[in-house]
């Protein structure tokens, strides 16, 4: 407590200081939230890149071999598939039992949450905990996915950077949506699905004002994920044709 307040002191001035700037530009209400969303789109792109980093250090770690990490798993001695994912999970309980409780869940229900309940605002800390966290579950051969993960990740980079701006509650839903909007883009290289991944689901709303920055932050990510690691498919989905009419059908 004593070392965090200092830190918050630290945090209100800085933000203080950087409002007043804002405030002698004139700048508008609608340029600030774009330049805000490209901030956060940048951020969320390198988070999305360091989880996959992160990720791949650890699993290889865990379960050393050439294959992905599934391969790996299926070749790696009976008894460390039963150990690792008990060491895994030892290490990233007390981390979020003591440091961030909210951490602890799927990911999207936490961020609804937080948007329906809470006006936008997420501990800045929960970014950090849950990359670090997700990246060793799923290092560690914990039966868990990136999306979730991300999108809290991504979510808690656009709270805090409109809590550091004190941006008010409906702004900071919208910076809220851009973090996990830039998150899903940058993870699965899917900046349309990520957009309208956080208008329809995160935010459930389909404005002009939320859309803008949402689609920008979307884009950025995508830009840095393309930049550090190449434009690629997040899934490789085998080709299919229609064999017979009858197919119809099953389809149905």
Not at 213 to 237: C, D, K, L, Y
Request: a positive charge; aromatic letters at 8%; charged letters at 10%.
């Amino acid at each position: 407590m004593a070392r965090e307040l200092p830190l918050k002191k630290l945090f209100t001035l800085l933000s203080n200081r950087i409002a007043a700037v804002i405030d002698r530009a004139k700048m508008t209400e609608h340029t600030f939230m774009l330049i805000v969303a490209v901030m956060i789109g940048v951020l969320a792109g390198f988070a999305a890149i360091g989880i996959r980093a992160l990720v791949a250090e650890i699993s290889l770690l865990s379960f050393p071999g050439t294959g992905v990490l599934l391969e790996n798993i299926i070749n790696a001695p009976w008894h460390l598939k039963l150990l690792i994912p008990v060491i895994g999970g030892l290490i990233v309980g007390p981390i979020i039992y003591f440091l961030a409780p909210e951490a602890k869940g799927h990911g999207v229900p936490e961020v609804m949450q937080a948007i329906l309940l809470k006006g936008g605002m997420i501990r800045p800390r929960i970014a950090f905990v849950k990359a670090f966290a997700s990246a060793v579950t799923i290092g560690t051969g914990g039966s868990v996915g990136r999306e979730g993960p991300i999108v809290q990740v991504g979510s808690g980079l656009g709270s805090t950077i409109g809590q550091f701006f004190k941006v008010p509650t409906k702004r900071m839903k919208t910076l809220v949506g851009c973090g996990a909007a830039a998150g899903i883009a940058a993870a699965f290289n899917a900046p349309i699905a990520g957009a309208l991944f956080a208008i329809e689901i995160i935010l459930m709303d389909f404005s002009i004002a939320q859309f803008s920055p949402i689609v920008i932050s979307s884009v950025m990510a995508t830009v840095i994920s393309h930049t550090f690691e190449g434009n690629f498919a997040a899934f490789q989905v085998p080709n299919y044709q229609l064999v017979s009419s009858g197919e119809l059908g099953l389809y149905l």
